[in-house]
């Protein structure tokens, strides 16, 4: 599995864009890159899903360059219930069991 | 639609007393997955289950026991508590297509004292 490197903790205000952006050197031609969010005291939600250039859905941004050793996954317009961890996994895409791995994860904090 | 239940919230275990934690799902998901979490770490994997009748180990599987009898249950037994086992667990699940998101129940936060 493609080992992840992202900021330990990142600081922001209400109403501004957050890009949180995740390094995957090693990633393989059949790996997605994808983001969970966890907020305190409760277990990790999914939140967005590629595999290369962007994807988009309500909740945030996932840019892929074509290299694709990295990944920027952004949040528009950040409140203050954006304030928790999130965690950038590589995930390989074959048939069978496939196993998520959590590395420390981006704790982002949103002020007023 | 409950999505998946952990079963307790909360509990405090003597050193070498045993428990069983219960996750149950009710979104007919084939997999299903034990971590722990520990402070300021991430989440580690320490079993998991491809279908029912079945179970594999993790990255810290040591100390813990699964069983999974039915397709909607997935059951996390310690046999014997020790402090080291302190930390909050996440049961998740998920379907078997390539991608598919897991989904996280609330969490059982456990003390060994």
């Known amino acids: 599995l493609a080992k992840t490197t992202q900021p330990i903790s990142m600081d922001s205000y209400e109403g501004q864009e957050v890009n949180i952006t995740c390094s995957h050197n090693n990633i393989a031609t059949n790996d997605y890159i994808t983001w969970y969010q966890q907020f305190p005291s409760q277990g990790p939600r999914f939140i967005i899903q590629?595999?290369?250039t962007k994807v988009t859905n309500e909740v945030a941004s996932l840019f892929i360059p074509a290299d694709r050793k990295s990944s920027t996954l952004s949040l528009p317009r950040v409140s203050l219930s954006d304030t928790a961890v999130y965690y950038c996994l590589v995930v390989i895409m074959n048939t069978g069991f496939q196993k998520l791995v959590f590395g420390t994860g981006t704790r982002l904090l949103v002020s007023p | 639609n409950a999505g998946v239940t952990q079963t307790p919230k909360f509990r405090v275990l003597k050193t070498g007393q045993s428990m069983t934690l219960l996750c149950a799902q009710d979104?007919?998901?084939?997999?299903m997955y034990w971590y722990r979490q520990d402070p300021g770490m991430g989440l580690r994997l320490i079993h998991y289950?491809?279908?029912?009748?079945?179970?594999a180990k993790g990255e810290v599987p040591d100390g813990y026991n699964v069983s999974r009898l039915k397709k909607q249950n997935f059951l996390l037994g310690l046999e014997s508590a020790a402090p080291s086992q302190t930390s909050v667990y996440f049961c998740?699940?998920?379907?078997?297509?390539?991608?598919?998101?897991?989904?996280f129940g609330q969490g059982t936060r456990l003390t060994v004292v």
């Open positions: 998740a699940s998920s379907y078997s297509q390539v991608g598919a998101q897991a989904f």
């Open positions: 590629g595999y290369k």
């Open positions: 289950s491809v279908g029912e009748g079945t179970t």
């Open positions: 979104m007919n998901h084939e997999y």
